[in-house]
């Protein structure tokens, strides 16, 4: 798992990545970032670069795509998508999320 | 997760195209993000600074990217290797020398090992070849093979308890006749037993029966693989065709292996012995044992039985001065292989042994070179440690830059070697057995990359050793100005250094020295004949055209016409050239020694020949033209010696079987066999006489007034002119005859070889010594200025800077004596009339080094000296 994120949660960029990518279906780099800033809106700040480490690690686990095209502004560009193994590992993500979320959730509400 | 490894794996080796991709999908990223800042009404140049500043670090996501898309061990050694090769190839001068010397040492080496492994190492082609020994006996230091009579024989096999199986074989030469020219054949004799020893089946036929080994059995003969290719062009229907050994008319019945060369490869065709299994004969023969030990039997207790054998053989009727002179000494039974390699063995171990010695001088010189480059760069080190490298990572870049050098030097080294074996093949000895399997083999391949490996981890190792604590890394920054003394420690290493590689060094001179003494002593011997101005080529006439009787006339005929030619003095002719160890021998009575039947070897010549050869008559008279008539005998004078020591051999008779000739003439021994094999007794026959085996393959030999460079078209006119289709048969100098024969050829080969090692030893040393010393003198430039402006003299300076660095070198000087004083025994065997201990070499070798080591530290200390002390402070 990565290590350094800055301020985005450790752990949680691949996660958001590949949520987004199965939301909004093939991204390049850029629209991926955008994307992402626009759904956390101000509540983390992203470094936008580093999302390119995060793609070459999903990249080898096999759960996204990517394939040169072209971008709506007429430039090369690499489109990252997700793959049927992704879709499967989001499932997995999501319900691991799920879980730490639950659990941290009833470790904050206990009492003192 | 294994997809993921093979990813990481992949592109490791294309990292320039994914890095150029990344680049690329990072500059749009960041077009794409500067045009949205633009629309949101920022100056383009603004847009591209807020740009970068929300894409981030762009070098850090590289990194990043590449830290997450690889093997990090593996990019970092790509990274080592690559940063290596910069470094070496910055350092021209350093990297040239190291893998200049790695490539001769590790060349020469590998070598040599191809050369012992084909020679020394492989078995002998025989099944279960370790058991098969021959018996021989240990004569005063000499291992001379047991020679055994009929009846010795065969009282051996019956009596022994050592030996599943037990033959006799010898070696001789006869003319063959069949299927092509007349040649002089080498012939093995072989009992049926001693082919059941050696267990080879023929590749073609069979090999003799029982019959055809017994006296008065069928006549046959089995080829060997190379004539049989040579002479009947590989003919399957070869069997049952007939050839003529000696006048005896023999059936072709088998062909052997090519590998099976008994008892010496060159061997062209097998006769049976065809020996009486219940002969009583107890005349000496030139028969030796071949046997094949039983499982419970070691070549130690077969050697004791042996010897106890060889006391009872009396009970068989054998005189007891055959036992205290032919069969004396201790009986020493020796596997086949260990009689086969014998006298290659020391040969070929001296020249590995030199070669190795070489090798360890270089891997010497190079650590002491290492080691200086290790200091030279600690400063550099130490920075970089504070910066914060790893001590690893430190020490891995040490190692591959040494590992890329070793390498290098390994290849370079395989190359040198694969060219060196066919020069060592060239130049080895023609006695060297099994040189034809000589090649670049697995072993010589493991052996390469051992070394190189090896070479590479100690040079890595060693200065790393010295800068083996961070704690002492440290304090070298204090010494970034590269002019402090160094400390005692690192005194100590180079100093050893410097010792061994002296002490090996001293070795091989002396070494070399001794083979060279060897050599000068080999060629002071009297050969028993003068070969300056002689010229000898080979005839072989035509048995279609040619009997026996016609060939004496022609070659009277062709001797005097030869001696009518300008300038020649003598010509004659011989069925056998001496210092040959190979020669034909023949049984002769002796009339005033009813018992004294010999065996010895004889020569068929025409009158001129002693003269031609120039030796000198005794006694008697010379061979005249009308010796042709009769048979009358020329002999040796130590075999007139053996026999008549107190009265004249001349008007004595000797024969074969019962035919009696008179000795007229007593001739100066010629070394027959060889110059350090001691003088034996031979006869000479005049070719003609009755009585004689086919004389149609011969040597001509003919003496000038001077050296005739352009004799040759002469000879061959006088020769055309007898027979228009005679060629001439190698055509040599007596000269060029004796330095191919066996103790010269092989005490050349290695004394060359060793003045080559001790010369590249010297050289070795010599830069070592400069290169420590020159290292001295600049690193302590200051120190001897500081010295000299507080008034050191010359003398003190050289005794302080040079006299320091020369210790060890007095020190190796030492230890090389000692070690050649006890290591040039196992040269022993190889040196003739020379002894390991010759004071005279031991005395030069030393010194050869001792000039070289002045000369070496001459140059750097004439610079120390010449320091001017306000510029060296300066330097500061």
Known sequence: MSRIHGDVPYGTLDLMILKTLHARGPLHGFGLAREIEQVAENLIQLNQGSIYPALVRL????????????????????????????????????????RTSLVVGRFLAMES | MLRAWLHRLASSFRRQRIDAELDEEIHTHLELLAEDFERQGMTPEDARRAAYRSFGGVEQVR?????ARGIPWLDSIQRDVRLAARTLAKERGFTLTAVLTLTIGIGANAAMVSVVDAVLLRPLPYPEEEEVVTLALQRSGMRVPARFSEAGYRFFREENRSFQELGVYASTQRPLIGSGEPMQASVGLMSNSAFAVLSMSPVLGRLPSDDEDLPAGPTVAVLSHDLWSRRFGSDPEVLGRTIELNDTTREVIGVMPPQFGFPSQGIDVWVPTQLDPSSTDVRLSSYHLVARLRSDATPESASSEAGRLIQRLPEVGHAQGLLSSVLSGEASVITLKEDVVGESRSLLLVVMGAVSLVLLIALANLSTLFIVRGEERAPQQAVRATLGASR????????????LLAIAGGVGGLLVAAAGTRGLV??????????????????VLGYTLAVSLAAGVVFALLPAWRARSTRRLLPDLSRVGRNATAGPGRLRLRGALVSTEVALAVMLVIGSGLMVRSYSKLRAVDPGFDSENVITFGLILPATRYENEDAAEFYLRLVERLRALPRVESAGVTTGLPVTPVQANYRMDIEDFPDGSDVFVVRWVTPGYFEAMGIPIASGRTMLTEDVEEFRLFIGASLAEQYWSTSSAVGKRMGPGGIWADIVGVVGDERIRGLDVPVEGGAYVPIGVPFSPSVLSVSVVVRTSDAVADLLPPLRRE???????????????????IANSYAVSRTTFAALLLVVAATVALLLGGIGIYGVIAYAVSRRTSEIGIRMALGATAAQVWSRVVGAELLPVAIGIGLGLAAAALGSRVMASLLFETSPLDPATLFSGPLAFLLVATAAAAVPAARALRIDPVSALRSE
């Open chain 2, 426 to 443: 060239g130049l080895a000895p023609p006695s060297v057995p099994r040189l034809d399997g000589v090649n670049i083999n697995r072993l």
């Open chain 2, 719 to 737: 020769v055309g002119l007898l027979d228009p289709e005679l060629p001439l048969i190698n055509v040599r100098s007596m000269e060029e005859v």
């Open chain 1, 59 to 98: 990249h080898q686990q096999g759960w996204i795509k990517a394939d040169w095209g072209v971008s709506d502004s007429n430039r090369r560009a690499k489109f990252y998508s997700l793959s049927p193994t992704g879709r499967k590992q989001l499932g997995i993500e999501v319900e691991n999320w799920k």
């Open chain 2, 392 to 403: 690893t990572r430190l020490a891995q870049h040490a190692l591959s830059e040494a590992l």
């Open chain 2, 63 to 67: 990194e990043r990217h590449r830290e």
